[in-house]
């Protein structure tokens, strides 16, 4: 059976300073087959070779990397992965979302010259048939996340169609940038899997019976340097906010 690892941690964090950009990043095993879900951004980049080396899985041992859409904090990262065959829905490539975020068209060339494998709702990954492509547009025109059959039940890797739980209370993600009503139908479609766990964009894995149920504690650092004073370390855990300040 197919297993998923947390490379990076997804959350959804504001700061007064921009976005952090914390992707969620996931690491597949099926049978031989090591498949990378979204790679992270350039400033993840040395987390995310420490945190291959802790799985003991090298570059070079990723088979397939899916691109779940072209956001930078998503797939930015993509560059590391030349020996990669690289899994996208061609639809991200050629059409427009209605961006917020500067569409990198750079990037879609870049990956256009790679071993890229164009997908659709359905297509299986690897060669266990473990792995499967669930189109999940709204979010992006052509944003994929993935279904993994890991024992009994079927665990779904979302990206930014359901990017944390509180988008599934409300049944669309917070940032839609191509289509509302395509977004809602995206998490029904989700949800009608039954998934016993969600892998999400920017939030920790959670299942969902009997209840949201996080499956790891939520906690991060942050250190704010100062040149020739001391550092100043800020530690975050969770705890329900009442308010947000931003
Ligand atoms: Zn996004």
Do not use: C
């Not at 993935?146 to 665990?155: F, N, P, S, W």
Request: glycine residues 8%; without cysteine; hydrophobic residues 35%.
């Amino acid at each position: 059976m197919a297993s998923i690892e947390t490379v990076l941690p997804g959350s959804t964090v504001r700061t007064t300073l921009g976005s952090l950009g914390a992707a969620g990043v996931y690491l597949i095993r099926s049978g031989e087959d090591r498949i990378l879900y979204d790679t992270g951004h350039p400033g993840r980049k040395k987390i995310l070779f420490r945190e291959m080396g802790k799985l003991k899985i090298n570059f070079k041992d990723v088979n397939y990397v899916v691109i779940s859409h072209l956001h930078w904090d998503h797939a930015l990262n993509v560059s590391l992965f030349n020996s990669s065959k690289i899994i996208i829905d061609k639809k991200e490539l050629e059409e427009d979302s209605e961006d917020e975020y500067p569409r990198v068209s750079l990037l879609s060339d870049y990956i256009r010259q790679l071993d890229v494998r164009y997908v659709s709702n359905g297509t299986k990954i690897a060669d266990a048939n473990e792995v499967s492509v669930i189109s999940s547009p709204g979010h992006t025109a052509g944003h994929i996340s993935l279904a993994v059959r890991t024992g009994e039940a079927v665990d779904i890797i979302t990206g930014d169609s359901l990017p944390n739980a509180r988008a599934m209370h409300r049944g669309e993600p917070d940032l839609i940038f191509f289509d509302k009503r395509a977004a809602i139908n995206s998490v029904k479609a989700i949800l009608s899997y039954k998934p016993g766990i969600i892998y999400p964009g920017h939030d920790s894995p959670f299942s969902l019976e009997p209840q949201l149920t996080y499956l790891s504690e939520i906690k991060f650092g942050v250190t704010y340097r100062t040149e020739g004073e001391e550092d100043y370390d800020v530690v975050f855990s969770r705890e329900p906010s009442k308010k947000s300040y931003f």
